[in-house]
């Protein structure tokens, strides 16, 4: 039986970027509860000086300014965070946004899943209740969609939902671990984060939320990041695909994708010449013609099909915390990686 450890004998961190959160951040900092240690507020060249303000005006011993000299994004700046979180020998790191949009009483409930040792990585998900999801401006709601689902390809977690869900919390021996320097610095990096975990097999589980939407602005135009969004999700799932399962490993679902991918292939080529072949010379293909690529793109789909099935059973179950315990806190090797 896994070892679940109390929360109040954990120390909790929380980090907060800011970033033209002035109106809101004091709000965020005053209904974080006392099981949290400390509070990091990541200034990250804030044109409003969100740092400078919150050190003028708030009185919580545990909050402390980082400050960035250019901006670096919001990936930039929980990667601050996330460092200096590490080195002061933080249990749990938790993410919130300073914009409000975040209830920080529900912090509880992100930290439980990885304390108990069922989860390394947790992280909101505000499609859990469908009620709530009214109040999701129309073009979020369809933006998170078709993002969710390009996420869940490029990061091998079938079973989660919401990928730029910003409310998070991971375990230092997991964090630790993390390519800081390779991380996507902007809006892509939520996503990216979930990409990195899967190559070391971390276990991620979804906490139900509702968020509030208010007078904040948010700096996340979906309709202006889909684009970009889908390059790097195209990206990432090269990279898994070849990380998990030709770098790492090699199974019988390596086999299937890529004998999948070459019919297809083939089958269309074949069938396309042929088509063209029948229009220039005005004669209906035989069926022998036909069929061939009709087989190799059936056989192809089949194939694919069957290595999609072992892709989203393969989501990792058993949290990474548990293993480093045995083996240190040392970086495993990710062959070919690249940023």
Known sequence: MRAAQRTSDLVIAVVIPAFRVREHVLGVISR???ECTAIYVVDDACPDQSGSFVEANCGDSRVRVLRHETNQGVGGAVMTGYQQAIADEADIIVKIDGDGQMDPSLL??????ISRGDADYTKGNRFFDLR???????????????????AKASTGYWDIFDPTNGYTAVH???????????????????????FRLNTFRATVVDVPMDSRYGD?????????????????????????????????????????????????VAGTLVGGVGW?????????????TVMIPVVLVMLGVQLVLAFLAYDIANVPRYPLQHRLRGAGRRRPTITGETK
């Open 276 to 288: 063209l072949r029948s229009i220039e010379s005005g004669q209906v293909a035989s069926t022998g």
């Open 172 to 194: 230092r021996s997991v964090a630790s671990l993390l390519p800081m320097e390779s991380i996507s610095r902007r809006y892509f990096f939520e996503t990216d984060m979930l």
């Open 108 to 113: 509880p409930q992100f930290v439980e899943p």
């Open 216 to 264: 904040e602005v948010s700096n996340l135009k979906v309709s202006k990041i889909f684009s970009e969004f889908l390059y790097k999700h195209l990206v990432n799932l090269t990279k898994r695909l070849l990380y998990n399962y030709y770098l790492r490993d090699l199974s019988i679902a390596s086999f299937e994708l890529a004998a999948g991918v070459a019919m297809l």
């Open 132 to 150: 709530g999801i009214g109040q999701m401006p129309l073009l979020r709601r369809v933006g998170n969609l078709g993002l969710s689902f390009m």
């Open 32 to 34: 974080i509860g006392p």
